[in-house]
């Protein structure tokens, strides 16, 4: 048996949430705080009505979650509501349309019945863009004539799963772009029954690599639950898969998964048979602020994951309010690099939900990754940014130039639906105002295809067809 750094029963430090006794065996409990209840924090009870009220009606139509170790471990009070990771966990009135909040306010000051709460709710979450990227109308993959559903194939080396038991998280951030995976709406949910279908899949696809686990969080399932998704990909027949990859923002917002709650060692053991196995691990952990990574929960979580084998790479959102200065990033990569986690990426707000009270414009973001990569060393330097995750593929801004008298921006794809674009660079014009691809529109020069005639660079419906009839079998 393999003795992970910092076992338990080792006593964890003090303060720890939600403790409990059991047979004399203390550990930390998850304890979830939802949306619907966020305002009645005693931590709030100061806060003024308004602000509470506000709370209730953002929450009626987002996601919001929080916990324990959340609360009590991450948040300085002290300077709410302006601290960064309250801003990151919890509502605010500008996170929806003014006309939005409007209503609903006033539904819930009327007591509406529930059927027109729920239909005012309804519209007003269609019309924040929940699946972008295509997600569901060109990267759900078939199988033998059907959609595999709670699988995503946008990229030729890469599978992403979405097990149907790990479709919700820890705690939930308020710019997260699969927000519309915890509001109940089946129609808008990506979710995976069992394993059976997707290996049956990727069987038949000796090109994929990579596989991701993703939500939601996998991390919030029992080892058991996990490990029926993670053993069959084992198998010999799968041995064209090189790298198993686990989302997750666990290490944040409860790293007692990996310590100290009852099945953390058998999740570690898990990760270990998959390095065993011949694949590489990545635990692609979420980040977003340095303080995160601060508490002695979160160290002690990060080096017992290190010890089985697995490689840690971080990754995260630019988003105003709570990390939209280069210090913060700064800040975050050394710690990273001194705790042994890989930086990864720094991502751009994806347009959809409340991406109106985070975006950042691109012209900012670019100007935030390259004074945070000034301020620090070559190892801490290895997260590429700004990128756009969009419908094309993974964009990224490597910087700006003048070329024939014009402003342009310098864009590359690290990643595409269509692997000839990788790699190969294209100008857009230059907009101080813009926070997203679409947005942009090609240089006067530019030529390639990737720009569409309507000088959009979206790719429209032909690719879309071209990937759904590279990934059906």
Same mark, same amino acid.
């Given at each position: 048996?393999?003795?992970?750094?910092?076992?338990?029963?080792?006593?964890?430090?003090?303060?720890?949430?939600?403790?409990?006794?059991? =047979? =004399?065996?203390?550990?930390?409990?998850?304890?979830?705080?939802?949306?619907?209840?966020?305002?009645?924090?005693?931590?709030?009870?100061?806060?003024?009505? %308004?602000?509470?009220?506000?709370?209730?009606?953002?929450?009626?139509?987002?996601?919001?979650?929080?916990?324990?170790?959340?609360?009590?471990?991450?948040?300085?009070?002290?300077?709410?509501?302006?601290?960064?990771?309250?801003?990151?966990?919890?509502?605010?009135?500008?996170?929806?349309?003014?006309?939005?909040? @409007?209503?609903?306010?006033?539904?819930?000051?009327?007591?509406?019945?529930?059927?027109?709460?729920?239909?005012?709710?309804?519209?007003?979450?269609?019309?924040?863009?929940?699946?972008?990227? %295509?997600?569901?109308?060109?990267?759900?993959?078939?199988?033998?004539?059907?959609?595999?559903?709670?699988?995503?194939?946008?990229?030729?080396?890469?599978?992403?799963?979405?097990?149907?038991? =790990?479709?919700?998280?820890?705690?939930?951030?308020?710019?997260?772009?699969?927000?519309?995976?915890?509001?109940?709406? /089946?129609?808008?949910?990506?979710?995976?029954? /069992?394993?059976?279908?997707?290996?049956?899949?990727?069987?038949?696809?000796?090109?994929?690599?990579?596989?991701?686990?993703?939500?939601?969080?996998?991390?919030?399932?029992?080892?058991?639950?996990?490990?029926?998704?993670?053993?069959?990909?084992?198998?010999?027949?799968?041995?064209?898969?090189?790298?198993?990859?686990?989302?997750?923002?666990?290490?944040?917002?409860?790293?007692?998964?990996?310590?100290?709650?009852? @099945?953390?060692? @058998?999740?570690?053991?898990?990760?270990?048979?998959?390095?065993?196995?011949?694949?590489?691990?990545?635990?692609?952990?979420?980040?977003?602020?340095?303080?995160?990574?601060?508490?002695?929960?979160?160290?002690?979580?990060?080096?017992?994951?290190?010890?089985?084998?697995?490689?840690?790479?971080?990754?995260?959102?630019?988003?105003?309010?709570?990390?939209?200065?280069?210090?913060?990033?700064?800040?975050?990569?050394?710690?990273?690099?001194?705790? /042994?986690?890989?930086?990864?990426?720094?991502?751009?707000?994806?347009?959809?939900?409340?991406?109106?009270?985070?975006?950042?414009?691109?012209?900012?973001?670019?100007?935030?990754?390259?004074?945070?990569?000034?301020?620090?060393?070559?190892?801490?330097?290895?997260?590429?940014?700004?990128?756009?995750?969009?419908?094309?593929?993974?964009?990224?801004?490597?910087?700006?130039?003048?070329?024939?008298?014009? @402003?342009?921006?310098?864009?590359?794809?690290?990643?595409?639906?269509?692997?000839?674009?990788?790699?190969?660079?294209?100008?857009?014009?230059?907009?101080?105002?813009?926070?997203?691809?679409?947005?942009?529109?090609?240089?006067?020069?530019?030529?390639?295809?990737?720009?569409?005639?309507?000088?959009?660079?979206?790719?429209?419906?032909?690719?879309?067809?071209?990937?759904?009839?590279?990934?059906?079998?």
């Amino acid at each position: 048996m393999t003795a992970y750094p910092d076992q338990h029963p080792t006593a964890r430090p003090a303060p720890t949430p939600g403790r409990r006794a059991a =047979g =004399g065996d203390e550990r930390p409990r998850l304890r979830a705080v939802p949306g619907r209840r966020l305002s009645g924090l005693p931590q709030l009870a100061n806060a003024g009505q %308004e602000l509470r009220d506000q709370l209730d009606v953002v929450a009626a139509v987002l996601p919001f979650k929080v916990n324990t170790y959340v609360v009590e471990q991450l948040i300085d009070w002290s300077r709410v509501p302006d601290d960064p990771l309250y801003r990151l966990t919890f509502p605010h009135r500008d996170m929806l349309p003014a006309a939005v909040f @409007d209503t609903v306010a006033r539904l819930i000051a009327q007591r509406a019945p529930k059927d027109r709460m729920a239909a005012a709710v309804t519209a007003a979450r269609r019309a924040l863009n929940p699946h972008p990227g %295509e997600q569901l109308s060109a990267n759900v993959p078939t199988l033998e004539g059907r959609p595999v559903d709670g699988l995503q194939h946008k990229y030729r080396e890469t599978v992403l799963l979405f097990p149907a038991q =790990g479709q919700t998280c820890h705690a939930y951030c308020g710019y997260c772009f699969r927000w519309a995976q915890f509001v109940g709406d /089946g129609d808008l949910r990506q979710s995976l029954a /069992g394993p059976d279908r997707a290996v049956a899949y990727l069987k038949g696809r000796p090109e994929v690599s990579d596989v991701l686990f993703t939500g939601g969080d996998p991390m919030i399932m029992s080892t058991a639950r996990l490990a029926e998704y993670v053993d069959p990909l084992l198998a010999p027949e799968l041995g064209h898969l090189r790298s198993i990859r686990f989302g997750t923002k666990a290490l944040a917002y409860w790293p007692y998964r990996f310590t100290t709650d009852p @099945d953390a060692d @058998d999740l570690l053991r898990l990760l270990e048979r998959c390095v065993r196995a011949g694949r590489h691990v990545a635990v692609m952990a979420h980040v977003s602020h340095v303080r995160e990574l601060e508490t002695d929960a979160a160290r002690a979580a990060v080096a017992r994951i290190r010890a089985t084998g697995a490689v840690i790479r971080a990754q995260a959102p630019l988003v105003r309010h709570v990390n939209d200065r280069p210090q913060d990033w700064a800040a975050m990569w050394r710690a990273m690099v001194s705790l /042994g986690i890989v930086p990864y990426y720094m991502f751009v707000e994806r347009d959809t939900g409340a991406n109106a009270y985070f975006e950042v414009p691109l012209a900012r973001a670019l100007t935030v990754h390259q004074e945070a990569v000034r301020q620090v060393s070559g190892l801490e330097r290895t997260a590429r940014g700004p990128v756009m995750s969009a419908s094309p593929g993974k964009v990224c801004l490597d910087g700006t130039a003048r070329i024939n008298g014009e @402003d342009v921006f310098v864009c590359r794809f690290l990643q595409a639906r269509e692997p000839e674009r990788v790699g190969r660079p294209f100008f857009a014009r230059y907009d101080a105002a813009a926070t997203w691809y679409d947005q942009l529109r090609p240089a006067s020069f530019e030529q390639h295809p990737w720009f569409a005639s309507s000088g959009s660079p979206h790719p429209g419906g032909p690719e879309s067809a071209a990937i759904r009839s590279r990934t059906s079998v």
